[in-house]
DNA sequence: CGAATCAATAACCATATGGTTATATTATTA
DNA sequence: TAATAATATAACCATATGGTTATTGATTCG
């Protein structure tokens, strides 16, 4: 695993809110700016700023200045390492279920003889 | 998507945490109990406590008592919700970034050798 | 029965989070 | 040049988070 555990906490932590899952599929459409971000949400702009900092520490994102404006856009390298780690995570529960579920299985067979 | 926005936020939430990642990986390897759980962690027991009280709240994890000791165990419904929906954004990743084909790929390719 | 064990709860503390308004900075535009 | 636009920053507030110690309530053990 290249993402280590404290960039862990960032990315989860940046998931965790709602207006910034929301942001990010916006971005999924293309590069956009801070004020088309905002423009969804009932929330003062440096409001935005404020979950695109945090959505920048856990290096979803990037902002660049092009002129008065600053464009935003996904940061692959980044968010490919957390997209690993996740469907990783993903796959680790859905072995697991179906361990369990295996268990259950071989439970009512047994059940069955008896 | 049957889970919604806010319980997706407790979810992200409780992931956003090392000692919670660490509490559901050692439930990985089967049911456990309190004081097992926090043997593991420099931190005191109610400490412990309250991350099993935020896993259980993201519907990760449930308790039940047995005697005196709670028993502690992986929640699959919900788990395998948050993991299907985890599934889907990995997946929506995948859609917006090649290199992420590749990652996966790799992984596949990795765990077959196994 | 009395002591030890398992775990929850309460009260507290420091810091983080998510929002606000006001202000400043830097372009652009009229 | 003056006004407007796009953002960032600062200062502030309420609530949440993650930890602590002390205590309590059951259960189990000797």
Same mark, same amino acid.
Do not use: C
């Given at each position: 695993? %290249?993402?280590?555990?404290?960039?862990?906490d960032l %990315?989860?932590?940046a998931?965790?809110?709602?207006?910034?899952?929301?942001?990010?599929?916006?971005?999924?459409k293309?590069?956009?700016?801070?004020?088309?971000?905002?423009? /969804?949400?009932?929330?003062?702009? /440096?409001?935005?700023?404020k979950?695109?900092r945090?959505?920048?520490?856990?290096?979803?994102i990037?902002?660049s200045?092009?002129?008065?404006?600053?464009?935003?856009?996904?940061? /692959?390298d980044?968010?490919?390492?957390a997209?690993?780690?996740?469907?990783?995570?993903?796959r680790?529960?859905?072995?697991h279920f179906?361990?369990v579920?295996?268990?259950l299985?071989q439970q009512?067979?047994?059940?069955?003889?008896?």
């Amino acid at each position: 695993m %290249v993402i280590d555990s404290k960039q862990l906490d960032l %990315v989860f932590g940046a998931l965790s809110d709602a207006t910034r899952r929301g942001i990010l599929a916006d971005l999924a459409k293309g590069e956009s700016n801070v004020t088309a971000l905002a423009a /969804p949400y009932d929330m003062s702009q /440096p409001a935005i700023s404020k979950h695109l900092r945090v959505l920048e520490g856990a290096g979803l994102i990037e902002r660049s200045k092009t002129g008065r404006e600053t464009r935003v856009r996904v940061k /692959p390298d980044n968010a490919q390492e957390a997209a690993a780690w996740i469907t990783h995570y993903a796959r680790f529960w859905q072995q697991h279920f179906d361990a369990v579920d295996q268990i259950l299985q071989q439970q009512r067979k047994l059940q069955n003889e008896d």
